[in-house]
């Protein structure tokens, strides 16, 4: 058996490599599964939070109103509020005792990350739209577009440009917090770990390696973010053409008209 402590870490590498690798695809699946569903739970709560009851709303449909926001409110409020660790027990085992759903694990996991996720992109996204100029949603809507209109066309691609960076931290934060779904059986990384670990009592050498694959995953995962966002933000220098303060716009505003003018003598 080894002697040094690299010498268990290369060890239990050997021994235990297929189970890690499997954990580590877990987390990944149920992480990013739970971020891309949570988003959109997320988006569609914030979209239904900023619409306001319109002028000569009947008191129906301003009580409907008022009942969607208030339900949505408790369920930002209630998932915010308590720990995810919690969350997994009370549905896994809730929906097992009262409802007679044996959910599968994977299922149940997802399923609990995402409405957790879903409460804290609500606020985020909430967040990214009304960091919109007011000017925008008054211009879109004296053209005669309805409030999803507005929302999908206008409003929502710079609020997502602007949230981007939060919602690359919530998928980070998930890729570790989906360590405490164990609870449930999920045959995540951290999961795996206490298998291996069990075996030789060697808790500190297989608990560095399970931090050093979080530790490769979540940097992974913040280099890939920042290269979206600066894919997104498109080049540092651009020349907005047909201006008239900028005379390099100019200058290929009169060669696109000269070439514009040799067609039509050619043609």
Do not use: C
């Not at 080894?2 to 021994?15: H, R, S, Y």
């Not at 891309?36 to 619409?51: E, K, Y």
């Not at 992109?121 to 507005?150: L, N, P, Y």
């Not at 919602?167 to 980070?172: A, D, Y």
């Amino acid at each position: 058996m080894p002697t040094t402590f690299f010498g268990w870490v290369g060890f239990l590498l050997e021994q235990y490599g297929p189970l890690f690798a499997a954990g580590t695809a877990m987390t990944l699946l149920i992480s990013l599964s739970g971020t891309v569903l949570g988003f959109i739970i997320g988006l569609l709560v914030a979209i239904v939070r900023t619409i306001e009851p319109p002028r000569g709303a009947g008191p129906v449909r301003r009580a409907l109103l008022g009942a969607a926001h208030a339900l949505m409110n408790v369920y930002i409020q209630v998932f915010r509020g308590t720990p995810m660790i919690v969350q997994a027990m009370v549905i896994y085992y809730g929906s097992m005792q009262y409802l007679g759903i044996d959910m599968d694990h994977t299922a149940a996991a997802i399923f609990v990350i995402s409405i957790n996720t879903g409460a804290y992109m609500a606020e985020i996204i909430r967040g990214g739209i009304i960091s919109v100029d007011k000017g925008q949603f008054e211009a879109a809507h004296a053209i005669g577009m309805t409030h999803w209109q507005t929302m999908t066309t206008v409003v929502l691609p710079q609020a997502i440009r602007n949230i981007l960076p939060s919602v690359g931290n919530e998928f980070i934060v998930n890729i570790k917090d989906s360590s405490v779904l164990n609870v449930i059986a999920v045959s995540e990384l951290f999961f795996q770990a206490k298998s291996a670990a069990g075996t030789y009592f060697r808790y500190f050498e297989v608990y560095f390696i399970v931090a050093v694959i979080y530790l490769v995953l979540t940097l992974t995962v913040s280099r890939i973010l920042r290269f979206v966002e600066k894919k997104m933000d498109g080049p540092d220098n651009y020349v907005i053409h047909g201006s008239q303060s900028d005379s390099r716009a100019e200058i290929h505003v009169s060669a696109e008209n000269e070439r514009e003018a040799v067609k039509r003598w050619n043609a």
